[in-house]
């Protein structure tokens, strides 16, 4: 008896220990920043957000017409400058390199993100009416509170996800994740509340995000709010590299 009360106790103690590690080193495991490697601080504004100072690559255009980036949780968003300038000739281009990315302070987190992509819309809002919002990977999560909270022209979701906290939940499925997760970048809860034209572009063969997650989000939206494509043969990193992803952009200047 004695023996088997301390092997339940060491089962115990370890599945605590993965909990506790797990809790601590989960941030670690969402958020990969990286430096920015085009352009110069002549190519960038700095944001002053709450605690921190962000760093927004900029392509600026004469007018009323913008775009707002946001990028994967490894993505180096001024290399996406050119590309996304190529596709929106006519808009000015803003790509926020999130808290810790590209030259940003501080730490990113799911609050921080969220914050300063609506402190980067209401400084634009100012001067730029009709502004469209690109959000890929991680990024769709911020993209789409946004659309929920601010009133963006147009919405364009590459490789998204109805919740970062339903993923994880199916990868470790012995582990209480919806307990242990603190930013859980929820999409689908408020994908209902965006009524602009929303496009969201899947990967064939996304190895990273279910195809599941992605039909359970599309679902979330009122009727008619979103269209739904998929380039095929691709894969989670690989999409922008067909040309019909790019005639996708294109076709919501």
Aim: some cysteine; proline content about 6%; overall charge neutral.
């Amino acid at each position: 008896m004695k023996l088997l009360i301390g092997l339940l106790l060491l089962v115990a103690g370890i599945y605590l220990a993965v909990c506790a590690a797990l809790f601590f080193m989960q941030r670690s495991l969402i958020y990969y920043p990286q430096p920015a490697s085009v352009g110069t601080v002549a190519d960038r504004i700095k944001l002053a957000a709450d605690g921190a100072e962000v760093q927004v690559s900029v392509r600026p255009r004469e007018g009323t017409k913008a775009l707002i980036y946001f990028g994967g949780n490894a993505e180096d968003v001024s290399a996406s400058l050119a590309p996304i300038a190529a596709a929106f000739p006519d808009r000015s281009i803003f790509l926020m390199h999130y808290r810790g990315y590209g030259g940003s302070t501080g730490s990113p987190t799911e609050q921080a993100l969220h914050a300063d992509a609506k402190v980067l819309f209401d400084l634009l809002n100012v001067t730029q009416k009709d502004i469209v919002v690109i959000g890929r990977s991680l990024g769709s999560g911020v993209a789409v509170r946004l659309a929920a909270e601010r009133p963006v022209s147009r919405l364009v979701l590459v490789t998204p996800y109805d919740s970062i906290e339903s993923i994880a939940a199916s990868q470790f499925p012995y582990l209480p994740i919806r307990w242990l997760l603190r930013d859980k970048f929820n999409s689908g809860s408020v994908a209902g509340q965006v009524k602009v034209p929303t496009l969201i572009v899947v990967a064939e063969r996304d190895e990273q995000i279910p195809r599941a997650s992605t039909d359970q989000l599309f679902m979330r939206f009122a009727p008619g709010v979103a269209r739904f494509e998929v380039v095929p043969g691709t894969t989670h990193n690989t999409i922008s590299d067909q040309p019909i992803y790019d005639e996708l952009l294109k076709g919501t200047r």
